[in-house]
C-alpha cells in the first residue's frame, strides 16, 4: 500500500466552526507533513512530525492545531479560521523525515471558509 | 538564503514531441538532493525523479531524464515522447544540507500537452 488518504475530500465551515482534517498512511513512514497549497503556488509547508514528534512548526497560527495519535495518523484541527485559510491542504509522508527522502502525497482536503 | 527558481510559469508541447522544464537552485551547501514532483489536474502530487548533488551521472526514469549541471547550478526536466497523461504542474524542489529538513520548492510550471 503506497498510498496517503485524506478525508474530507471538501470541506466548508464558517468562521465560528470547529472541524478536523484528517491524514492516514500505511507505509511504514516515520514522518507525516501538512501543507497548505494555493491554487497555482507551491505547496507551503506547515507542520512536520517525526516519529511522532512535531519536529518543526513554520510559524503557523494557533487556529491551526496538528496532532499525531500515531505513526500512521495525522489530523490538523482547525478552529476560528479566516477567509484567507480557504485552500488546498495537502498531507504527505516520508521514510524517516529527512528532507532526502521521497514524500508521499495524498489528494488533499479542498476547504472554504466563509 | 537556499532558493529554486523554475523561468517558465508555462509551457506547451505536441503530443510525442519532446519539451524541457527549467530550474535553477542557489546553495553554498556541498550535499544537496534535487526533486522533481508533478501534479496533475485534480490528482496527488507524485513524484518523478531525484538527483543526489553528488552523482555525476544524470537521473533518468523512462521518459524523463533530466540534464543536472553542478557548476551552472541547473536541473532541467526532460519529458520525451510527451503523452496527454504528462499535463500538469511540475514543480522543481531542493533539500539543502544545513537547513532544515524542509523542502524548497520553485513556484511551478505548467505543461500542457496539445493532441
Known amino acids: 500500500d503506497t498510498e496517503v488518504t485524506q478525508t474530507p475530500k471538501h470541506l466548508v465551515m464558517g468562521m465560528t466552526n470547529k472541524k478536523s482534517l484528517k491524514c492516514e498512511q500505511h507505509m511504514g513512514h516515520r514522518a507525516m507533513y501538512w501543507y497548505k497549497q494555493k491554487a497555482k503556488k507551491p505547496p507551503e509547508l506547515m507542520f512536520v512530525y517525526s516519529y511522532e514528534k512535531l519536529s518543526i512548526n513554520e510559524s503557523v497560527p494557533s487556529r491551526f492545531s496538528p496532532e499525531c495519535p500515531n505513526s500512521s495518523l495525522l489530523n490538523l484541527h482547525l478552529h476560528a479560521l479566516q477567509p484567507e485559510d480557504s485552500a488546498l491542504y495537502l498531507c504527505?509522508?516520508?521514510?524517516?523525515?529527512?528532507?532526502?527522502?521521497?514524500?508521499?502525497f495524498g489528494p488533499g482536503t479542498r476547504l472554504t471558509v466563509l | 538564503a537556499q532558493t529554486v527558481t523554475q523561468s517558465q510559469p508555462e509551457m506547451s508541447v505536441q503530443e510525442a514531441e519532446t519539451v524541457t522544464l527549467s530550474c535553477t537552485y542557489d546553495t553554498s551547501e556541498s550535499d544537496y538532493y534535487l526533486f522533481w514532483y508533478k501534479q496533475p489536474p485534480s490528482r496527488q502530487m507524485i513524484l518523478v525523479i531525484r538527483?543526489?548533488?553528488?552523482?555525476?551521472q544524470n537521473a533518468t526514469e523512462n521518459r524523463f531524464s533530466v540534464n543536472f549541471q553542478k557548476a551552472a547550478k541547473s536541473f532541467s526536466l526532460k519529458i520525451s515522447d510527451s503523452q496527454l497523461g504528462d499535463a500538469a504542474m511540475y514543480f522543481c524542489?531542493?533539500?539543502?544540507?544545513?537547513?532544515?529538513?524542509?523542502?524548497?520548492f520553485g513556484k511551478g510550471t505548467k505543461l500542457t500537452v496539445n493532441p
Open positions: 538527483q543526489e548533488a553528488y552523482k555525476q
Open positions: 524542489a531542493s533539500w539543502f544540507q544545513g537547513g532544515s529538513e524542509k523542502l524548497v
Open positions: 504527505a509522508s516520508s521514510l524517516r523525515g529527512s528532507g532526502r527522502d521521497e514524500q508521499f
